[in-house]
């Protein structure tokens, strides 16, 4: 096994891109594509945002968030309130019924892997653990 910086960090990359793939597919079937799911997580984590910021937070032009926030408040699913202090702008946030969504599609993703991580031996499982605690300090790092 080699553990060169840059083999593990191909080696990783594919993993998690072929999990991710996997837990994508594990998601509940509706009508949301996974943009607007992506938009809706990034609404319950933030609690509210401008569409301004969470088009920068989904890296995607505002043209592109503006037609994604239709289709979302057209479900009920976002909530647009004015800005407190900027009478132009409004803050966006997920309703009810969208963080219900969210939570739903979370919910899938996670008894998915349990049951994959329910096969795996213990020492597996901790590795797994401990792996998961890196991968949360690399992601919490600055460039």
């Given at each position: 096994m080699q553990?060169?910086a840059?083999?593990?960090s191909?080696?990783l990359?594919e993993?998690?891109?072929?999990?991710n793939?996997?837990?994508r597919?594990a998601?509940?079937v509706?009508?949301?594509?996974?943009n607007q799911i992506?938009v809706?997580?990034s609404l319950?984590?933030?609690?509210?945002?401008?569409p301004r910021?969470l088009?920068d937070?989904?890296?995607?032009?505002?043209?592109?968030m503006t037609?994604?926030?239709?289709?979302l408040?057209?479900?009920g699913?976002i909530q647009r309130?004015?800005h407190?202090?900027?009478?132009?702008?409004?803050?966006?946030?997920?309703?009810?019924?969208g963080?219900?969504?969210?939570v739903?599609h979370?919910?899938?993703k996670?008894?998915w892997l349990?049951?994959?991580?329910?096969g795996?031996?213990t020492?597996?499982r901790?590795?797994?653990?401990?792996?998961a605690?890196?991968?949360n300090?690399?992601?919490?790092?600055?460039?």
């Open positions: 553990t060169s840059a083999a593990v191909t080696a990359g993993a998690i891109t072929r999990l793939r996997r837990l597919q998601r509940p509706d009508e949301l594509t996974q992506s809706l997580t319950e984590l933030a609690g509210a945002l401008t910021e088009a937070a989904e890296r995607v032009q505002p043209p592109t037609k994604l926030l239709a289709k408040e057209e479900r699913l309130i004015p407190p202090t900027d009478g132009r702008q409004v803050i966006l946030s997920a309703t009810e019924a963080r219900a969504v969210v739903g979370r919910r899938a996670d008894q349990t049951r994959k991580l329910t795996l031996s020492v597996e901790e590795t797994l653990a401990r792996a605690e890196i991968l300090r690399i992601a919490r790092q600055s460039d």
